[in-house]
């Protein structure tokens, strides 16, 4: 689709922007404070590192249950657990007791897969379809997916600082009573061009930055916002008829969360190339089955 286009215009317009009027720019818009090189790397970092994650999460994929998907029979067994544990009071309960099959995919959906009507498939771990990547977050770019939220508010609070210089230093030239020199710069076209864009990253940096806070739930308890509805309902269900409390069963502690997603090397956290993780029968908390939330 068009949409990684539209977002990667946007992202590269703000840089180059951001570099013009912080850096390149020999005739600055309302003579701003001259900026080193370190700082000059230090953004250059920021942008890359966005750019690498957005790319990743979008070339990589949510990762897509296989048409025809059907577990064997050994492999539900062995994932029944002890007769006592079992979420149905008969020995081998059918298949489409413990999963829910998709009609449009022709497979059964493993635990923690939804279907997504805007990709047309069964999503392994699907979190949400995103209208920036053009494409579902799941169990392959989520990691790559959360780097990216968190860098956009990095990268464009660091933008927004240096375009907030612009209208700091022409409503100074307006106190000052400087009217000739604010109208002057007001008319530059590069001076209109860094006020819309200051405008721009704070909308941005607010919008992501909400998102990333967001996530940090999400990771902390290993849920996604669809399993979030799917609990809310299977809670609200319980309470009314007056049966045991539901329990999450891939909540493992925070710790345990934030590894399972993002890994346990430190690399992982900052970069985006974590990759494999079994995304078929995610790991459990203890107690819990591997089909307490599609029974």
């Not at 013009?20 to 230090?42: C, D, F, N, T």
């Not at 941005?204 to 806070?213: C, I, M, R, T, Y």
Request: glycine share 6%.
């Amino acid at each position: 689709g068009i949409t990684p286009f539209v977002t990667l215009s946007l992202i590269f317009g703000l840089s180059l922007s951001t570099l013009y009027i912080g850096w390149l720019s020999q005739h600055s818009p309302a003579e701003m404070r001259v900026r080193g090189r370190k700082e000059l790397l230090l953004f250059c970092v920021e942008v890359l590192l966005l750019v690498w994650s957005y790319l990743t999460a979008v070339l990589r994929g949510p990762g897509f249950v296989p048409h025809g998907w059907e577990p064997s029979p050994k492999e539900v067994l062995a994932r029944l657990g002890p007769a006592e544990q079992r979420p149905l009071a008969v020995e081998v309960p059918p298949l489409r007791d413990l999963l829910q099959y998709c009609e449009v995919c022709r497979c059964f959906k493993p635990p923690r897969a939804h279907h997504c009507s805007e990709c047309g498939r069964c999503v392994l771990w699907m979190d949400h379809h995103c209208p920036w990547t053009g494409t579902c977050v799941g169990h392959d770019n989520l990691p790559a997916f959360v780097l990216f939220v968190h860098y956009v508010p990095l990268a464009c609070l660091h933008s927004f600082v240096i375009h907030l210089e612009v209208p700091i230093r022409l409503f100074l030239m307006w106190y000052r009573n400087k009217y000739a020199m604010f109208w002057f710069m007001l008319r530059r076209f590069v001076t209109i061009v860094a006020i819309v864009l200051t405008i721009v990253a704070l909308v941005v940096l607010v919008l992501v930055g909400s998102l990333a806070w967001d996530l940090h739930w999400s990771l902390s308890n290993n849920i996604s916002m669809v399993e979030e509805l799917i609990v809310d309902k299977a809670k609200g269900r319980r309470h009314d008829s007056k049966e045991a409390q539901f329990n999450f069963p891939y909540d493992l502690g925070t710790a345990r969360n934030w590894e399972e997603i993002m890994g346990r090397r430190w690399i992982t956290w900052f970069l985006p190339v974590k990759f494999g993780g079994e995304a078929v029968w995610p790991t459990l908390c203890e107690g819990a089955g591997h089909f307490d939330l599609s029974v």
